[in-house]
Structure formats: structure tokens, C-alpha cells
């Protein structure tokens, strides 16, 4: 046979099959064409007709016969080379596969506001990354009208938060979680610490405050909370929408800030801020797992929905087995994180 120079489309033209690399393989594995064609579950016949027409296919001779068997030639090694990497890949190929729909790799992202940040998705996500190291996650805290928007367009997968009242709530799933309860933080020797008692809005209306834009819900719910105590809203405000402006600012001066309980609790043993004895327990409107209706969630992306909704059911048992402090105590409720990933450790 005379060589010749192979067109980009060859191996269409040639039509080269997964069996002629297997074939390959197994020549080379075996160097008898018999024992090679057992190993394919082939008659010798048909493997000497499949090696032969692809030979005389493609214009080259590939193997050399002889009594004892066959051996590749230059031209044969190439192609054996090449159907080693090829089915290795595919071989591969099949496993990424598996992984992907057993939730084991592929990529998620997920959005949540303050609290469920700190007592959900942080413990949940640790899980995860033990559980399933070649799962992509991606993690952004942003305010619910923020989340819907982005959950919407398909940025992220899904989402802890509100849904807003302009979003049409009939596109989303939801899974409603829990109240997120606040505390007003302020920095370790604040001045208003010296009273030595439960502070009220009284106390607190003439303080620097740094506090989200007007309309948001933190700040709604502290003006609600002053006007309720027959208080003006707070007049001296830096407003920030960021959780670490926030901290920074509280830390280098007298100013006070409204947080979720849960976040202060993180920070306030490192010292950099600390919890204001208020009189009484205050929280904003319970918050949720919410995802498109009509868009399916990739195979990762339900797998850690899986074991956020796990984290947040045992949050719900744990709050209705736990018996409510009272509004005027000041003690810190039990952490609901043990719980909560006790049980998504069982679902996930």
C-alpha cells in the first residue's frame, strides 16, 4: 500500500469506529489477532475483516503478520497511541458524567442575606466541600431584592432571603426558614455600656448610626422599633449597605449599627464589636430557600439545595422543640448550627 497525506476529515472518510480502537488495543495488548478477537467477544474472522478494511481504507498497513502473530508497524504504534488516549478519555468522559448526575462536581452559586449566611450556608457549605471536593460553589451575601433579581436572570441557582413584594412570587419556589432576629452592636467600651442596665431607644436615638439605605429592611424595622417606643427615627446616620463598612466603622468610633444576631455573635468574642443590652428581643420578617419555578437546577446545584432544605427543616423541629425566651431577656438563644447539620449530613 502507498502512503499518502490524510485529509482534516479522515477519520470520517475512513470510517473509523470506537471498535477499531478497541481492536488496536487489544492487538497490542495480545499481539495475536485470536486471542484479541476473544477478548471483544469477536470472531477472528471479523476482527481480520475489521482490521483489514480500515487498512485498506485508509491506504496503510498498520500491522505486520506473521506466524507468531502480528506487530504493529510505525503507522500501527501511532494509531495505538492515539486509541489508548482516545478511550481514556471517553473513560473519563463516562466518570465526569457520574459525578455530574450524582451531584458529586459541576458548579453552584448561591445568594443569602445576613443571618442564614452565619447559621446555614457556612456550616452547610462545609459539608459539602468535605463531602463533595470537586463541587464548584460560589457564595455572594446581597439584599433580597439583589437575590430575587439575580435568581431571576439565572446568576445564581437559588437563594436565602425575602421575595420582595414587586416580584411576582408565583415564578419561585419557596421554602420559608425562619425569622431572622437583630441585635444593635456597638464598639467594646461604647460609652452607652457604662449605663450598667438594658438600654431603650431613649437611650440610643442621639448615637452616630450607620445604617442601610432609607427603605431597606434593617433600617425600616429599626425606625419602626424607635417610632413604637414613641422615639424619633435616629437623625445622625452614615448610611452603608455593606456588613463591613459597618463593622469597620463601629470599631473605630461611638457610632451603633443594627445587625443579625446571628453575625454579631461571630464577631463580637474577636473583640472587634460587641452586643448593646437592648430591653427587649426584636426581628424582621421570616426569610426563605426560593428558586425559579420552571428552570431545572443542575445536578450540583440540587444537591446543595438538598442540604440547605435538610439544614433548614431541623432548624424549623429545633424551633418548635426550644421554648421561647422571654421579650425582655437579654440571654442568647442556642445556636441552631449542631442541628442543623446534623440532619443535612443525613440527607445530602
Not at 437579654?330 to 445530602?348: F, G
Amino acid at each position: 500500500m502507498t502512503p499518502h497525506r490524510f485529509p482534516a476529515n479522515w477519520f470520517l472518510k475512513a470510517r473509523l469506529k470506537l471498535r477499531h480502537l478497541q481492536l488496536f488495543v487489544a492487538l497490542d495488548e495480545h499481539r495475536n489477532l485470536h486471542r484479541a478477537a476473544a477478548s471483544l467477544t469477536m470472531s477472528q474472522p471479523a476482527a481480520s475483516k475489521l482490521l483489514g478494511d480500515l487498512e485498506e481504507s485508509l491506504g496503510v498497513t498498520l500491522f505486520e503478520r506473521h506466524g507468531r502473530g502480528v506487530e504493529p508497524n510505525w503507522y500501527g504504534g501511532l494509531m495505538i497511541r492515539h486509541a489508548r488516549a482516545i478511550l481514556s478519555g471517553l473513560q473519563e468522559a463516562g466518570e465526569e458524567l457520574n459525578d455530574l448526575l450524582a451531584g458529586h462536581s459541576g458548579s453552584v452559586s448561591i445568594g443569602t442575606v445576613m443571618a442564614p449566611a452565619v447559621e446555614l450556608v457556612v456550616p452547610v457549605i462545609t459539608t459539602l466541600t468535605r463531602d463533595h471536593p470537586d463541587l464548584k460553589i460560589a457564595v455572594a451575601v446581597e439584599t433580597s431584592d439583589v437575590l430575587a433579581e439575580r435568581v431571576r436572570q439565572g446568576v445564581m441557582d437559588f437563594a436565602i432571603g425575602r421575595l420582595p413584594d414587586h416580584v411576582d412570587a408565583a415564578c419561585f419556589e419557596y421554602q420559608e426558614i425562619s425569622s431572622e432576629e437583630l441585635c444593635f452592636v456597638c464598639r467594646d467600651g461604647h460609652p452607652l455600656l457604662r449605663l450598667g442596665r438594658p438600654l431603650t431607644a431613649a437611650d440610643l436615638v442621639d448615637a452616630t448610626w450607620i445604617l442601610q439605605p432609607l427603605g431597606s429592611l434593617l433600617r425600616s424595622r429599626v425606625e419602626a422599633l424607635f417610632r413604637a417606643e414613641g422615639v424619633s427615627p435616629p437623625r445622625k446616620v452614615i448610611e452603608s449597605a455593606s456588613p463591613v463598612i459597618s463593622l469597620a466603622m463601629v470599631a473605630e468610633n461611638d457610632s451603633v449599627t443594627v445587625f443579625a444576631r446571628a453575625l454579631a455573635q461571630v464577631f463580637s468574642p474577636t473583640g472587634s464589636c460587641t452586643i448593646v443590652p437592648f430591653h427587649k428581643r426584636f426581628s424582621v420578617e421570616p426569610y426563605g430557600i426560593f428558586w425559579l419555578k420552571d428552570r431545572p437546577l443542575s445536578p450540583g446545584a440540587r444537591t446543595a439545595l438538598a442540604a440547605l432544605r435538610a439544614a433548614s427543616d431541623a432548624k424549623m423541629r429545633r424551633a418548635l422543640e426550644t421554648p421561647q425566651p422571654s421579650l425582655s431577656s437579654d440571654t442568647d438563644p442556642p445556636s441552631d448550627i449542631e442541628m442543623c447539620m446534623n440532619s443535612a449530613n443525613n440527607r445530602i
